[in-house]
Each structure stands twice: as C-alpha cells, then as structure tokens.
C-alpha cells in the first residue's frame, strides 16, 4: 500500500504545546540529554499528519534520538520553531541532545522524498519540481490534464489549485496521488474560504484568479490594498496592467522592469492590452492572497508602485503616481533594487 504524505500545519502541535506545557510546568526540575559530540548513525523517524506531541517525542527515544521524552518536550515547548514541525520521513542523527533533534526535524534537507512548491509557484515551476523528483514530464503532463478540480471547473488546466507547501512521499508513489494529495491540500487550507460568496459579482474561481494576482503583486503586508486596487480597476473597466501577468505568459521571474515590446503582446494574460481578469490563475495563491481577494481594504485607489524595497505606495492620482515612477526609475539606477550577495 502506498503512502503519501502532505505536509500543512500540523494538528499534533495542539497536543504538543498543551500536553508539553502543562509537563513543563509540573515535571522535574531537569530530564536526562545527551550532550553534543556524540551523534550516532541515522535512523528513520516518520511522523504523520495529527500525530501528538507525546507520540513523536516517543518515536525519537525509542529509536535513541533523544536520552528521554521529557528533554524533547522541555526543548519544543520553550522553542516557537517547533510549530514548523512537519509530518513525513526524518533522517536524524542518534544519540544527539534534545535541541539538536528539534533541529533537525525543522531541517528539510533530512525530509525524505520532499517537493517544495513555493507560494506563488505557477503550474510550470510545479512541473520542474515533480520532473526533479523522479517523474517523466510526459506522465505529469498527462495527469494535470485529466485531474479533477475544484470549484466546478473542467479538467484540463489546475493552474492555481496546486497548494503551496513542503510534500514527502515514499517511492514509488504514482504521479496521481501526488497530485491528488497536492488537492487535498488546496482544501484543507482553504477550508475557511466561502467560494460561493461573490465580491462585487466574481465568482469562486474568479476569485481564486484575483487572489493569484494578489499574490505575485504584493508582500504580504499589502496584499489588502493590491486587492482594492485590482476591484477598483475592473469597476471602472481599466486595464490592470499587471507586470506579473505579462512575466507569467513570457515565464520570466524576478525581474522588475517590463519592456514597452513586451506590453503589446498579443494574449489574453496580457493586462495591458485586455480589459478584465486574465483567463486562469497565473500561479498557487495563499490562503492569505484569498482571503485578501475576499476583504480587500478600503480604499480609492487605482495606482500601487514599489519605489524602493519595502516601499510600496499607493494613490488615486495618475500625475502622483508618475512622480513616484520617475522616483522608481532614478531608485532603479542607483542600484537599490539589487540583490545583495
């Protein structure tokens, strides 16, 4: 029988934190731990979806990880790392002290069979990855087009659908049950989100289009604002021009400047030449990204530009925001969009 494991927020970490704290505060004043130096061989450590605190701090003392269960739980209480803590197959070292273990269960270098897809990662970057892991790209190919999907929508494209997250799965697990996996969790962390609810008369998938914008526009911090923006271009029927949607059509990433040529591609993902939302989602939206395409703030703007790292503004003036561009530009010269080494 084959496994297959997703890794999202895991629930064990409820059981963790309140088991482990009211250990921590009634235990003894101190609980057997190797010291460091001593790490011996490696040996397998599986943990699964829901699994308590008290089973994974069992699996590793008895496979002498850990001296003893209570050090484990003394370390993972006192470190808010420890929910980061995700199911699948561990490498850890034996014989190595309580933290040392935590660490290298946060490691995911020692996660084995792992596929990360990134937030924001487009259907072709998803496809990269499961080619890396071992799958032939004509057998992937083949079972996106004939996956089932959400919202009512037909097989064929599961652009968006594709959840972002950290993946472990035992060899030989067959490419539709990772995919299906990977839609499990799609509805696992957007269980919260009402697709039936419409704002200003988009439907779900709709949504699930804007909030994928959202996500390849925005940090985080703005995401609210993004979304106005966007709800307030298509009110008006104004283009989006979205550099995002005309970079995900031409595959390109990390850049922040659009050629002129570029803008007058002819595709119905290119923003600057459509009016309207682009046909399908441009890349795997966070259950944030949603939920910000859900309750945008409130606002009147139509313009947003990053002027400089960690500035991003945003304006119902055209005359403003062609000041902040030229701002951009001069910005953009003097090398402050560079990435440092």
Known sequence: MKVIRTLF?????????????????????????????????????????????????????????????????????????????????????????????????????????????????????????????????????????????????????????????NYSFVKDTQIEEVLRKMLETFRYNTAPIDFTDVVAGYTGYELLVIASLIQAEADAQDYGKVSRVIYNRLKIRMPLQLDATVQYLLQRRGEITLAIKDTKIRSKYNTYQNYGLPPAPIGSPTLAALEAALNPELGDWLYFITVKPGDTRFTKSSDEFLRWKAEYKRNVSAGLFKVKP
């Open 9 to 165: 927020l895991p629930l064990m970490l409820v059981v963790l934190l309140t088991v482990g704290l009211r250990y921590f505060h009634s235990g003894p004043a101190a609980a057997p731990d190797y010291a460091a130096g001593n790490a011996g061989a490696e040996v397998l450590i599986s943990i699964t979806n829901g699994e308590s605190g008290s089973d994974i701090a069992k699996s590793l003392f008895d496979a002498g990880v850990v001296k003893s269960i209570d050090a484990f739980f003394r370390v993972a209480v006192a470190d808010e790392r420890a929910a980061r803590i995700a199911p699948g197959d561990h490498l850890l070292e034996r014989n190595i002290p309580a933290k040392t273990a935590l660490n290298q269960l946060l490691d995911n270098k020692r996660i084995v069979g792992l596929i990360i897809i990134k937030d924001g990662a487009r259907l072709a970057e998803v496809i990269t990855s499961l080619v890396a892991a071992g799958y032939g790209k004509d057998e992937v190919k083949t079972a996106l087009k004939n996956l089932e999907l959400p919202l009512g929508v037909k097989p064929g494209n599961p652009e968006g659908f594709l959840y972002p997250a």
